[in-house]
């Protein structure tokens, strides 16, 4: 295949060659999906009807369960559906679509634990500003700008990804479609300016770490110096779930993408991007909820009241 224009299809990394290895796959793939769809479904639910949790936290941890829903729902289906079908074909714009859609919701995720830490560090911080920085119109502006951004980074990376011509095959070394693995097709020459793409990326990325850093730093001065332990377990209560959600994004994300090579191997490989294509989505809603009395007052709440309706 000499270019991008001959290629109908891409051939993903299958999970497993043994027929039984594949289903049970495919039976793990559709609990950690169910379960993901369900905790994060309670949550977006629980936080949309309960009106006391109408507050800056819980809006922007109802974003960020949709986040967290649109990235399950962009790679888990196919990877299940070529498990039980026992292939490895996406087509070719089954591929871009996937991409686009990955790039936004990891993005959006991203951007949003940036705000959601901005929002702790207001309140513990500067807890005196809190309604005039984080009011209604202020939070919905962030929430916004983090929705488009994601779109606009999505945008531009899956864009300039397909325009590459690609000289070598259409064999992924992926279970999804990622820029990685498609650069890898491509001719060497033109990657360049996707790699220049990303390096700039990169930066802004870096930017929001720095900020999240910062902020907890600040956050932890502050905590500490809290006379009473019950404020201070009070304050940490806080911050903790997201500070373990920003640590399991970032930390496994990194090391997917910048594990030494000689770490590499096929089942490793397939295991670390299992761990952040999948997990996080999966695990944040436990996270928050097990935490967070409030949270879990208005789920049960929310399911009481469907019970008893039935």
């Known amino acids: 295949m000499s270019n991008s224009s001959s290629i109908s299809h891409f051939l993903l990394l299958a999970l497993a060659n043994m027929r039984q290895l594949q289903l049970l796959h495919f039976c793990l793939l ?63 714009k089954g591929c871009a679509t996937q991409l686009f859609f990955f790039l936004f919701f990891i993005a959006a995720e991203f951007y949003l634990l940036t705000i ?71 001719c060497s020459n033109s990657s360049l300016r996707e790699l220049g793409l990303i390096a700039v990326n990169a930066c ?21 110096r809290i006379p009473s332990e019950q404020g201070r377990h009070k304050a940490f209560s806080t911050c903790l ?12 994300a990194i090391f997917a993408h910048l594990k030494p090579p000689s770490l590499s191997s096929p089942s490793l490989d397939l295991a670390v991007s299992v761990l952040y294509s999948v997990v996080p989505p999966a695990l944040n809603h436990l996270i928050y909820s097990l935490r967070n009395q409030e949270l879990k007052a208005a789920v049960r709440r929310l399911m009481t009241g469907c019970f008893q309706e039935h």
């Not at 790679?75 to 490895?88: E, F, G, I, Q, Y």
């Not at 779109?151 to 279970?175: D, E, K």
């Not at 770490?209 to 905590?223: A, E, L, T, W």
Request: glycine fraction near 6%; include cysteine; aromatic fraction near 12%.
């Open 116 to 186: 959601m830490c901005y929002d702790r560090y207001v309140s513990i911080c500067k807890p005196l500003h809190y309604g005039t920085l984080l009011g209604t119109r202020a939070c919905a502006h962030m929430a916004a700008a983090a929705w488009a951004s994601a779109f606009l980074y999505s945008l531009l990376h899956t864009a300039n990804t397909f325009s590459l011509p690609l000289c070598h095959g259409n064999v992924l070394g992926q279970f999804f479609c990622e820029i990685p693995q498609i650069l890898k097709l491509s």
């Open 241 to 252: 779930p997201h500070l373990a959600v920003v640590s399991l994004f970032i930390s496994s």
């Open 204 to 224: 802004l990325l870096f930017g929001c770490f720095v900020f999240i850093v910062f902020s907890y730093v600040q956050i932890f001065r502050v905590v500490l």
């Open 30 to 92: 559709l609990g950690i999906s169910l379960a993901a769809l369900l905790g994060n479904g309670l949550i977006i639910s629980a936080v949309a009807c309960s009106h006391h949790l109408h507050t800056p936290m819980f809006f922007f941890l109802l974003n960020l369960a949709l986040s967290d829903l649109g990235s399950i729902c962009t790679t888990v289906p196919k990877a299940m559906h070529n498990s039980l079908w026992d292939t490895r074909n996406i087509s070719y």
